[in-house]
């Protein structure tokens, strides 16, 4: 069946440039994550949803981090006025809704900020 | 603050071997370990998980050893082969905020040679 996918898969920006990312979750799929992975090192937890409710944005590192989730399924996370440090893969994922329920993490998107 | 830090960075193993990787937290309150997988380009994914009940658990050849007083766990892979080679991550977190918000540690780069 399909997992998680994500688009765009690379992303060039010039710094100071809106992004948009999307996150298609698997169907059905109640909680929504949002990851950002920095070249060489483990995923860091950005936001989370359960259906379209933001519960936890802790981790957005700024204002300029917004992300959306309206309908509960396809989430958007959007970068305003992008700067260099904001190169990252960014990854979704998505679980049932339990709380040990895996995680499945899609493919992620490769944000280089210029 | 590195709430899980993993080691070593990166491992070198024959094929047959037995790779180790291990991971320490600060947390008490963390409750659920994972450990994940990741292929170049790709997004993590699930290996096996333990919670603090249990000191060890075994998935085929992946075995996870957990030591709740120092505070520890490590993942064991047995037999190791060249398909393994791949980035690994350990992570925790509290399962009683009622989502799974995960830790990352570093990771692990493994390369199994033939």
């Known amino acids: 069946g399909a997992g998680v996918s994500q688009s765009p898969r690379y992303k060039v920006a010039k710094r100071g440039q809106d992004v948009a990312l999307r996150c298609d979750p698997i169907s059905g799929h109640v909680s929504l994550f949002w990851y950002q992975q920095a070249l060489g090192q483990g995923p860091e937890f950005l936001t989370y949803f359960q259906n379209e409710a933001q519960l936890d944005k802790s981790g957005l590192p700024s204002d300029r981090f917004f992300a959306e989730r309206p309908e509960g399924s396809v989430s958007t996370l959007k970068i305003q006025r992008t700067q260099q440090e904001d190169s990252a893969v960014y990854l979704c994922a998505s679980t049932v809704g339990g709380t040990t329920d895996t995680q499945y993490f899609g493919p992620g998107t490769r944000l280089t900020v210029l | 603050q590195q709430q899980v830090k993993q080691s070593p960075q990166s491992l070198i193993v024959q094929k047959g071997g037995i790779s180790i990787i291990n991971c320490a937290y600060e947390n008490t309150a963390f409750d659920y370990f994972p450990w994940y997988q990741q292929f170049p380009g790709k997004g993590p994914a699930l290996l096996i998980a333990i919670r603090p009940d249990v000191s060890e658990k075994k998935e085929g050849r992946f075995t996870i050893s957990f030591n709740k007083s120092a505070k520890q766990f490590s993942l064991h892979i047995m037999d190791s082969q060249p398909g393994d080679s791949a980035t690994y991550f350990c992570?925790?977190?509290?399962?009683?905020?009622?989502?799974?918000?995960?830790?990352f540690g570093a990771g692990t780069r493994l390369a199994v040679h033939p």
């Open positions: 992570a925790a977190s509290s399962l009683s905020g009622g989502y799974n918000k995960l830790i």
